[in-house]
């Protein structure tokens, strides 16, 4: 199966401050990398995603970085917002069964005023 | 919108008793999951199925069962509740046309077993 380890467990910053987070994979034929981010109460919902044939992709202040040959992708925010305070999970596909992804243990980012 | 529902949204139980949590969903997704939410593990993969005829055990699958009554209801039962079961659960549903399998999930099943 795909294990994904996700790090760091928290992260505070400044507002206005950028914010990385990091998940590695052990499958090196999965190919589809998406983040969620989980407001307090709400449902995890995906932000950002990125395929195993690009390296990188920009959405306004969120991107994500691939690095197949480590096996791992990075997801950056630029100039947080209070409002970018949440949990953020990393997810991969497993190879032998794409339609099954394993989660991270997530992220709790606090930005501070 | 299209939609994944859930029901109850909050449950409270006491030990020993069945229960069971309800999924509906109009986004015409044939996948469909239950995964559970503890405060620093993630999400966990109880279940899933890709249509009606498929059901799958996820990684925690143990004290739990599912049905899966219609491509858009997917529910799971608690046969007999323990407090260690204590936690939110998420359905989620997923479209196998879309290569990226993108998850959307519903609004979360708070169950607290006393």
């Known amino acids: 199966g795909e294990n994904v380890e996700q790090h760091p467990s928290t992260l505070s910053v400044q507002e206005g401050d950028s914010a990385v987070i990091k998940c590695t994979y052990s499958d090196s034929a999965s190919n589809y990398f998406p983040w969620y981010k989980q407001e307090l109460g709400k449902r995890p919902q995906l932000i950002i995603d990125?395929?195993?044939?690009?390296g990188e992709k920009k959405d306004q202040r969120i991107a994500v970085t691939l690095n197949k040959t480590a096996k791992h992708f990075s997801l950056h925010i630029t100039e947080t917002q209070p409002e970018d305070s949440a949990v953020y999970f990393c997810?991969?596909?497993?190879?032998?069964?794409?339609?099954?992804?394993?989660f991270g243990d997530g992220t709790t980012l606090t930005v501070k005023p | 919108d299209a939609d994944v529902t859930q029901t109850p949204r909050n449950r409270i139980t006491k030990t020993g008793k069945r229960i069971m949590l309800e999924c509906s969903q109009t986004k015409g997704h044939d996948r469909m999951y239950w995964y559970r939410q503890d405060p620093g593990l993630g999400l966990r993969l109880i279940y899933y199925?890709?249509?009606?005829?498929?059901?799958n055990k996820g990684e925690i699958s143990d004290g739990y069962s599912v049905s899966r009554q219609a491509q858009a209801k997917f529910s799971l039962s608690l046969e007999s509740a323990i407090p260690n079961q204590t936690a939110l659960y998420f359905c989620?549903?997923?479209?196998?046309?879309?290569?990226?399998?993108?998850?959307?999930f519903g609004p979360g099943t708070r169950l607290t077993v006393l």
């Open positions: 997810a991969a596909p497993h190879n032998t069964n794409a339609g099954k992804s394993t």
């Open positions: 199925s890709f249509d009606v005829k498929d059901i």
């Open positions: 990125i395929r195993s044939n690009v």
């Open positions: 989620a549903t997923s479209d196998f046309r879309t290569a990226g399998h993108e998850q959307f």
